[in-house]
C-alpha cells in the first residue's frame, strides 16, 4: 500500500554533512508517522529519529542534537545529519507506520570516513 524509496547515502568525512531523503508514494495520506532507522553490518537495526503526522519528533541519544527529521509533505522526508561521526556508518532506512503495519524502503549506504 504504501512504497518508500531512500536517496542521498553517500561517502562524507568526519564532521560533515549529509541529507537523506525518502520518497513515498501509494496511501501516503494513511501514514500515521515516519521515520529513519539504521543498520551497521553485524548490528541490530536501531532507531535514528521518528516523526508523528502532527509533527512531534524524537531521536536517539547518539543523534540527538546532530540530525533532524522533517516531513516537507505526505509524500517527502528528510533527514538532516551534521557533525557526522564515523559510527554513524551504516545502510539508512526509511519506515512509515500504516496501522497495523510498518513499510520500508530498500535503504541507503551512508559511509562517514575518519
Known amino acids: 500500500q504504501v512504497q518508500l524509496v531512500e536517496s542521498g547515502g553517500g561517502l562524507v568525512q568526519a564532521g560533515g554533512s549529509l541529507r537523506l531523503s525518502c520518497a513515498a508514494s501509494?496511501?501516503?495520506?494513511?501514514?500515521?508517522?515516519m521515520g529513519w532507522f539504521r543498520q551497521a553490518p553485524g548490528k541490530q537495526r536501531e532507531l535514528v529519529a521518528t516523526?508523528?503526522?502532527?509533527?512531534?519528533t524524537n531521536y536517539a541519544d547518539s543523534v540527538k542534537g546532530r540530525f533532524t527529521i522533517s516531513r516537507l509533505n505526505a509524500k517527502n522526508m528528510l533527514l538532516q545529519m551534521n557533525s557526522l561521526k564515523p559510527e554513524d556508518t551504516a545502510v539508512y532506512y526509511c519506515?512509515?507506520?500504516?496501522?497495523?503495519?510498518?513499510?520500508w524502503g530498500q535503504g541507503t549506504q551512508v559511509t562517514v570516513s575518519s
Open positions: 519506515n512509515a507506520h500504516v496501522t497495523p503495519y510498518y513499510y
Open positions: 516523526i508523528r503526522s502532527g509533527g512531534s
Open positions: 501509494g496511501n501516503i495520506f494513511s501514514i500515521n508517522a
